[in-house]
């Protein structure tokens, strides 16, 4: 069954350092996966998307991901944390077209990220 | 404005009630979803519309109900409130033309619900 994990409720960083949060998933063949950011009292945010081509994507507030098949992985990284970062970010993957159930993102249950100044 | 306006932004209401909450969109999109955010949940789908005449049930649609009266609009009803649908609902849409098949959300602000 398709499923996405991500193993740490709460990611505590300081300031300027570099900060990852983490996500696997559980998906057979190629799947689509993503990285939303929800900032308190508002609604999700999309922040980077991988659908193919180069592992390493790029995305808005200058974070990215880096898909690794063999690890099912799509961690989502920031050189230099910033207390503005503070949020819950969800990963959430989806089948590619014409396979399985491609209609419907799988959520991850979200990683609350708190930047200390 | 935003893209995605969801209506009320906040109600408190009583057991048995009928609620509805509402969504509309200007961004022209052609999907829109219903979803409930709890703690520890993360977001689960109550329903889903393709289209217009299209109407699919999500994970959690007992006690939920549907409209799609019109491209840009898309409603959520409780026929009958119970305190376990107290709960943080969001609107979203996504495009088959513009976003490919790949599946980028908008999110509406959300709609805080409680139920007592």
């Known amino acids: 069954a398709q499923s996405v994990a991500q193993p740490e409720d709460q990611v505590n960083v300081a300031e300027g350092n570099p900060l990852t949060v983490k996500c696997t998933y559980s998906?057979?063949?190629?799947?689509?996966l993503f990285w939303y950011v929800q900032y308190p009292n508002r609604g999700l945010q999309f922040l980077l998307k991988?659908?193919?081509?180069d592992n390493l994507v790029k995305g808005s507030y200058g974070f990215e991901a880096e898909f690794n098949k063999s690890q099912t992985s799509f961690h989502l990284k920031k050189p230099s944390a910033l207390v503005s970062d503070s949020a819950l970010y969800f990963c959430a993957v989806r089948d590619p077209p014409g396979t399985g159930n491609n209609r419907k993102l799988i959520w991850g249950l979200g990683t609350s990220l708190a930047v200390n100044p | 404005d935003a893209d995605v306006t969801q209506t009320p932004r906040n109600r408190i209401t009583k057991t048995g009630k009928r609620i509805m909450l509402e969504c509309s969109q200007t961004k022209g999109h052609d999907r829109m979803y219903w979803y409930r955010q709890d703690p520890g949940l993360g977001l689960r789908l109550i329903y889903y519309s393709f289209d217009v005449k299209d109407i699919n049930k999500g994970e959690i649609s007992d006690g939920y109900s549907v409209s799609r009266q019109a491209q840009a609009k898309f409603s959520l009803s409780l026929e009958s409130a119970i305190p376990n649908q107290t709960a943080l609902y969001f609107c979203a849409t996504s495009d088959l033309r513009t976003g490919g098949d790949t599946g980028e959300l908008f999110f509406g602000e959300g709609s805080r619900l409680t139920v007592l």
């Open positions: 998906v057979s063949g190629n799947p689509y």
């Open positions: 991988y659908i193919t081509g």
